[in-house]
């Protein structure tokens, strides 16, 4: 604890509900999303819908024209649950990099409230839980759309979502950890650049892995995001392999719990002084 810090205690907040440190600060998060609901859904859902109608619909119809996909796949069926995950997995990602470092060094919000009761810790849970939420949300909306479509053949279908949620967090709480090593938002740029939308287009979202050149292949099964689009994949078309699954659960969960570690230390580094 940083010196001269105040105990941190939990408060009671309206109808007497206890409300932690880390709940301020997930509450300060959705008082700014309430003004900006509407930016942050649009952004959020109209890239994946314009995907979904391009590459699900528009190059699907030339896909199943010329034989489709191994085992009769029809492509929008195969390419919906990949773009669930991908949207969710860049929104998370753009939110763990420049809001964050806006935070720490533009608009400092994280110092004013360190000279309260909140550690450094709580912000960090709290800006997590603010980044799973709206992965959900963007999660459920687009998951709406790909019923509409018609691109959902399985009851098991719906549990895309939370695979959807840990694929975000896998990526977000690493990035966290590494916003705050940083002192400007100019590694950003190679991170997305180099890191990110290669990882949209190579891991699995649009063809399968195995058409990659084979010394590319083993990348991509080390990256968290094909993990995800093959888990929520399999769930989507109802091909479960308890096995291979169980394997793709562990890998997104593992990334998750370093990243928290990683970001928990990189914190109070930067924040506790």
């Known amino acids: 604890m940083a010196a001269g810090r105040a105990p ?39 890239q994946p819908v314009l995907y979904l109608l391009s590459m699900g619909i528009g190059l699907g119809f030339y896909v199943n024209k010329n034989g489709g996909l ?42 004013a409230a360190l000279n309260t009761p909140i550690g450094a810790t709580n912000l960090l849970v709290g800006d997590l839980m603010w980044i799973a939420f709206r992965a959900v949300l963007l999660s459920v909306l687009f998951f709406a759309v790909i019923v509409a479509f018609g691109a959902v053949s399985s009851p098991l279908a719906l549990l895309a979502i939370p695979v959807a949620v840990i694929t975000a967090m896998s990526f977000a709480a690493p990035i966290v950890a590494f916003t705050a090593t940083q002192k400007s938002d100019q590694p950003f740029n190679m991170l997305f650049r180099f890191g990110i939308t290669p990882l949209f287009l190579f891991s699995g979202t649009f063809f399968p892995i195995e058409n990659l050149p084979l010394f590319i292949q083993p990348l991509a099964w080390v990256t968290p995001l094909y993990h995800g689009v093959a888990l929520a994949r399999s769930l989507s078309l109802g091909r479960i392999d308890p096995l291979v699954d169980l394997i793709h659960v562990a890998v997104l969960a593992g990334f998750v719990i370093v990243g928290i570690v990683a970001a928990r230390i990189t914190f109070r580094r930067r924040l506790e002084v």
């Open 8 to 46: 941190v205690v939990a408060r009671r907040g309206p109808g007497g509900m206890m409300s932690s440190p880390s709940l301020r600060q997930f509450e300060h998060d959705m008082l700014v999303f309430r003004r900006r609901w509407h930016s942050y859904l649009l952004s959020g859902i109209s």
């Open 70 to 111: 191994p085992g009769g796949v029809p492509y929008l069926e195969y390419v919906a649950p990949a773009l669930l995950v991908t949207q969710a997995m860049m929104a998370a990602a753009f939110e763990s990099a420049w809001p964050i470092m806006g935070k720490i060094v533009w608009d400092k919000t994280y110092q």
